[in-house]
């Protein structure tokens, strides 16, 4: 499903309410994935059907990552996999983009990604081998079986990336950011 999809999944409107609830009261939030299309959706940027599957395991780096002190610790490649994408909110702060499409944000106490840094090998194996995974995969250009044995080389470095990630985000959480 996608940010948009509230025909098909009408519980997406109470989750956006939710967001913007959280993110009035100061609360934080780390939006992933079809998270961060529905903060961005709910905030009053959009999501939308992508043009074209983004697919691959690698890393991004931008200005903007750089100096954020959550995001700067996705220092190294994490799955990208998705067939929408999003149009950034009024007052939100773009972090960081692929070559094709938005990547993350921050909107007050927000921090939305767009990436998975928190899947392992075994769980983009169960994705990418779906009917629906492989037909992303065949519009993307892209072959499942060098994502994963990418995953799998950098098994390590991947997970020991994603703990400082979420380590940070859960320091700046409860400093209150």
């Keep these: 499903m996608g940010g948009y999809d509230v025909g098909a999944h009408p519980y997406l409107d109470s989750e956006r309410a939710m967001l913007v609830a959280a993110v009035d009261a100061g609360v934080a939030v780390l939006a992933i994935s079809l998270g961060c299309q529905l903060l961005a959706d709910a905030l009053g940027g959009s999501a939308f059907r992508a043009p074209q599957v983004e697919a691959r395991f690698e890393?991004?780096?931008?200005p903007g990552a750089a100096a954020d002190p959550v995001?700067?610790?996705?220092?190294?490649?994490?799955?990208?996999?998705?067939?929408?994408?999003?149009?950034?909110?009024?007052?939100?702060?773009?972090?960081?983009?692929?070559?094709?499409?938005?990547q993350a944000f921050r909107f007050g106490s927000a921090l939305a990604i767009q990436t998975h840094p928190e899947v392992t090998p075994?769980?983009?194996?169960?994705?990418?081998?779906?009917?629906?995974?492989?037909?992303?995969?065949?519009?993307?250009?892209?072959?499942?079986?060098?994502?994963l044995a990418a995953m799998e080389k950098g098994r390590e470095r991947s997970v020991a990336m994603a703990r400082r990630f979420f380590e940070a985000w859960l320091a700046e959480a409860r400093a209150g950011r």
């Design 59 to 62: 890393g991004f780096s931008s």
């Design 71 to 102: 995001l700067r610790e996705l220092d190294g490649p994490q799955l990208t996999f998705h067939r929408d994408t999003w149009e950034l909110p009024p007052g939100a702060t773009l972090l960081l983009e692929s070559a094709q499409y938005p």
């Design 122 to 147: 075994e769980r983009a194996r169960s994705w990418l081998g779906t009917d629906a995974g492989r037909r992303m995969l065949a519009e993307a250009g892209t072959d499942g079986a060098s994502i």
